[in-house]
């Protein structure tokens, strides 16, 4: 079945230690791959995103992604993070590389511990 | 760019009565917008795709008489709760993807903040 996949619920990283926030996709194609990061109680924020081209893609406040299609996985990357990235992250397709509605995983939490 | 906007942020109703819930793109046009769900610790749902002009396409499982969807302009579509009861109660997230923007702006979906429906 088609499926975005986000293995980890919850993580706790150190302020200044490196992240990696996993995701798997389950598509006959390649998708649109976007992440998207919410602080609590509020809308969602466009990370990065990957269409086609250089399969590691630099997004905003210092996350990049690297997508590898052997893999089917695009996951989330920053060398060192900062307490206010503390939120929750989600990883989405588009499946018909259209425009269409995006597809979510079902999120990873992020904590931060000083 | 490409801002979304939503009203109201957040809404308290009693039972049986119906709230609307706006959605415009301040800065873009949009001929589809998306309307998701979530609940708490849980992930966005897709509802339903509102289409300028036209009628709404549902998803399964989502009445399309209790949600109603009208997308009367090319930046507001709303998203009209009918009797609402307390299982309605939820997060209600729109999206937009600008027409104006070329092709990458026009695959790449921007968020509302979110509108926090509680029915009592």
């Known amino acids: 079945a088609q499926s975005v996949t986000q293995p980890d619920i919850h993580i706790t990283v150190s302020e200044g230690a490196s992240l990696e926030l996993r995701c798997n996709y389950s598509?006959?194609?390649?998708?649109?791959l976007f992440w998207y990061v919410q602080s609590p109680g509020q809308g969602l924020q466009l990370l990065l995103k990957?269409?086609?081209?250089?399969?590691l893609v630099q997004g905003i406040k210092g996350f990049e992604a690297e997508f590898k299609r052997s893999q089917s996985s695009f996951n989330l990357r920053k060398p060192s993070v900062h307490w206010s990235d503390a939120a929750e992250y989600f990883c989405?397709?588009?499946?018909?590389?259209?425009?269409?509605?995006?597809?979510f995983g079902k999120g990873t939490t992020l904590s931060v511990s000083s | 760019g490409a801002v979304v906007s939503q009203h109201p942020s957040r809404v308290i109703c009693k039972s049986g009565t119906s709230v609307k819930i706006e959605c415009r793109s301040l800065?873009?046009?949009?001929?589809?917008m998306f309307w998701y769900r979530q609940f708490p610790k849980q992930s966005l749902m897709l509802m339903a795709t509102?289409?300028?002009?036209?009628?709404?396409?549902?998803e399964q499982g989502v009445e399309k008489d209790k949600f109603l969807i009208n997308h009367a302009s090319l930046t507001l579509s709303t998203l009209t709760v009918t009797s609402a009861h307390p299982e309605d109660s939820s997060f209600y997230i729109c999206?937009?993807?600008?027409?104006?923007?070329?092709?990458?702006?026009?695959?790449?979906?921007?968020f509302g903040p979110g509108t926090r429906l509680l029915v009592l």
């Open positions: 999206s937009a993807n600008p027409l104006s923007l070329g092709l990458a702006g026009r695959e790449t979906q921007y």
């Open positions: 598509y006959g194609a390649t998708p649109y």
């Open positions: 990957y269409f086609s081209g250089d399969t």
């Open positions: 989405a397709v588009d499946p018909n590389q259209a425009g269409t509605a995006l597809i």
């Open positions: 800065d873009f046009q949009a001929t589809t």
């Open positions: 509102s289409n300028e002009g036209s009628k709404a396409t549902y």
